[in-house]
Nanobody
Framework: QVQLVESGGGLVQAGGSLRLSCAAS?????????MGWFRQGPEKEREFVAT????????YYADSVKGRFTISRDNAKDTVYLQMNSLKPEDTAVYYC?????????????????WGQGTQVTVSS
């Protein structure tokens, strides 16, 4: 069992930056889990943003965030991050951290086993 707690959301102007954090806790070894970030905007489906392998050596991004967002992890701190730069109003959403019980990353929501409660990101124009 893994518990995930996101932090770092807030209100930012377009063009600004935010860094989200997701702290994991539980008995399992954090590096055994691939981690992902998803988001859900108003009246939208939850969508994939970024994912990272257990070792941190493999990452994938949604086309809409490629070149602006960076996912990373610190396995010593059981934490995954999402650095978001050049934010746009369309990035406004609740951002969720997710973990899957294998170390290889996936982009599909259904491939993840554990979810955080989400953190709100609002980008003003």
């Amino acid at each position: 069992q893994v518990q995930l707690v996101e932090s770092g959301g807030g209100l930012v102007q377009a063009g600004g930056s935010l860094r989200l954090s997701c702290a994991a806790s539980g008995r399992s070894t954090f590096s055994n889990y691939a981690m992902g970030w998803f988001r859900q905007g108003p009246e939208k489906e939850r969508e994939f943003v970024a994912t990272i392998s257990g070792s941190g050596g493999t990452t994938y991004y949604a086309d809409s965030v490629k070149g602006r967002f960076t996912i990373s992890r610190d396995n010593a701190k059981d934490t995954v991050y999402l650095q978001m730069n050049s934010l746009k109003p369309e990035d406004t959403a609740v951002y969720y951290c997710a973990a899957r019980r294998v170390s290889f990353p996936r982009v599909e929501r259904d491939d993840y086993d554990y979810w955080g409660q989400g953190t709100q990101v609002t980008v003003s124009s």
